[in-house]
């Protein structure tokens, strides 16, 4: 199939230029604040309109701030060590959705004290909602045609030209379908009953963790890194186990272990 040469550009007003990948992170704040707004009317939310509008903030800094460092710790630690300040070449580009992750989880835990409201619940309210920007972020990726996939000859493969002239799977894509529209339906299914504490976070931990491990075996491996490990598993690879196995715990823990161990 051919690559649709789509200007990763989207708007250029000459002294800024809006790309669509930025717009990706835009839409997909607006659109898991959206649904957190209908969800807080309907008393799924454990936090009201206000107190959301404020936590928006706590998430975008946590995504920014732990994605940039993330893809510095994980994918560039010998630049980081070089030139500690490359931390804040934002501009270049560069995030890692486990930095995000940890970002998030560690403000949502602080906003949660803050509030005196429950992490885990918190948490499972939000968990639903990552989805949207999980899944707008790989568009944002397929669109700027980067982080493609391995070569191969199954009939919807694609020439990135970015990469070379073989034909690769759309990774991107895979990602988008199975990190965004199916995590999210399953979340948001899932989540529409009671549940017990953490088992919403923990279903979207394992989620996340099984749909990216699978993906990575199609995903062409970060040339300055390769294979780390048993040469084949790759460094997203790797991340996503300590996901799938406290999604685990978190699905299968009871209640009152829970409880004794987050008090």
Do not use: C
Not at 97 to 104: A, E, K
Not at 174 to 192: D, M
């Amino acid at each position: 199939m051919t690559y649709p040469l789509i200007d990763p550009v989207a708007l250029d007003l000459g002294f800024i230029q809006i790309h669509w990948y930025g717009l990706m992170y835009v839409f997909g704040f607006l659109g898991g604040y959206g649904l957190a707004i209908y969800r807080i009317d309907r008393g799924l939310f454990p936090i009201n309109r206000e107190q959301m509008s404020d936590f928006l903030s706590w998430i975008a800094l946590g995504v920014i701030v732990g994605g940039r460092a993330g893809y510095m710790f994980f994918y560039q630690p010998d630049r980081l060590i070089d030139d500690p300040l490359s931390l804040f070449y934002v501009w270049e580009g560069g995030m890692a959705f486990h930095g995000g992750l940890i970002g998030v989880i560690a403000l949502t835990w602080i906003f949660a004290r803050k509030h005196q409201v429950a992490p885990l619940a918190l948490g499972d309210a939000l968990a639903p909602l990552i989805p949207i920007g999980l899944g707008l972020g790989r568009l944002g990726n397929f669109i700027g045609g980067e982080l493609w996939g391995r070569p191969t000859n199954v009939p919807w493969a694609m020439v990135f030209p970015k990469a070379d002239e073989l034909a690769r799977h759309p990774s991107q894509l895979y990602q988008f379908a199975l990190e965004g529209v199916v995590l999210f339906v399953v979340l948001w299914l899932f989540s529409s009953k009671p549940r017990r504490r953490g088992q919403v976070t923990g279903l979207f931990l394992l989620g996340y963790g099984v749909f990216r491990f699978i993906v990575e075996f199609v995903r062409e491996p970060d040339s300055h890194l390769g294979f780390i490990a048993l040469n084949w598993m790759t460094m997203g690879q790797l991340l996503t186990l300590p996901m799938i196995a406290i999604g685990v715990w978190l699905l299968l823990i009871r209640k009152e272990s829970l409880d004794a161990r987050i008090s």
